[in-house]
């Protein structure tokens, strides 16, 4: 017999929308290089699988408490221990959601971000029908308190940092369910395609927009003129 999941992301639903995730990354993830990335999570999801970042180093933290991360380091998600402008990559996976304070969670995002550098974020959408169901399994299991953020927050958020999204696409089931449902007809397929804003998960690719300071170049110092000589009263200059 299986044993009960203890959190929502160990539920049959969220196991299989998470997979979806998973492989709406891979592309994404295998076209991005840079010395430094950073993925967010909460603590129950796997970590992301082979093929993929082509990143020099992956710092991977994970939800503790919905203040504090813990994983590669212990922080508080208002104040991630990074330089301005650390990361090539940022990847945010169910943690907006997950956490006391996402304005200021979002804000540090924008900070260690790299200019050019492109921020990967998931999360549960709640203008979907698994609102409901989210609900429920809130109440049926310890531990679990989602503050659902739409894609909308995210974009009008991550702007006011100049970060831009550039995509948005939304993933998963339109109702939770356990297993893969059954080859869907072409005619259908085209029809679902309206519907797509239903869909259980949303993914936005954003970039952070490469800054438009330039250093100020210093001027120069103008000579200094050799003072013309000062004729003595009643002088006269020599002829040639």
Known sequence: MQAEPDNIYRTAPAE?????????????????????????????IPDVTEPAHLL??????YIDTPYRFAGALHCVPS???????????????????????????????????????????????????WRPWL????????GSALRLQSPHLWESQLAQHDIDVMQRRYLGAFLPRAADAAHVPDDAARSLRWLA???????????????????LRLRKAPRERTPAPHLVPGARRARP
Not at 33 to 44: E, F, K, S, T, V
Not at 135 to 142: G, S, T
Not at 201 to 214: E, G, N, V
């Open 16 to 44: 299989l929308l998470l997979a979806r995730e998973l492989a709406a990354l891979d592309p994404l993830l295998a076209g991005i290089y840079g010395r430094h990335g950073l993925y967010i999570r909460p603590q129950y």
């Open 197 to 215: 804003g239903l869909r259980g998960a949303y993914l936005l690719i954003a970039r952070k927009r490469r800054s438009t300071l330039t250093p």
């Open 56 to 61: 020099g180093n992956l710092i991977t933290l």
């Open 135 to 142: 609900a429920l399994q809130q109440r049926r299991l310890p």
């Open 79 to 129: 104040q991630l221990p990074f330089a301005s402008d650390s990361f090539k990559l940022i990847l945010v996976q169910h943690a907006a959601e997950n956490i006391a304070e996402p304005v200021l969670f979002s804000a540090e995002l924008a900070r260690v971000l790299a200019p050019e550098g492109v921020a990967l974020i998931l999360g549960f959408n709640p203008f979907s029908a």
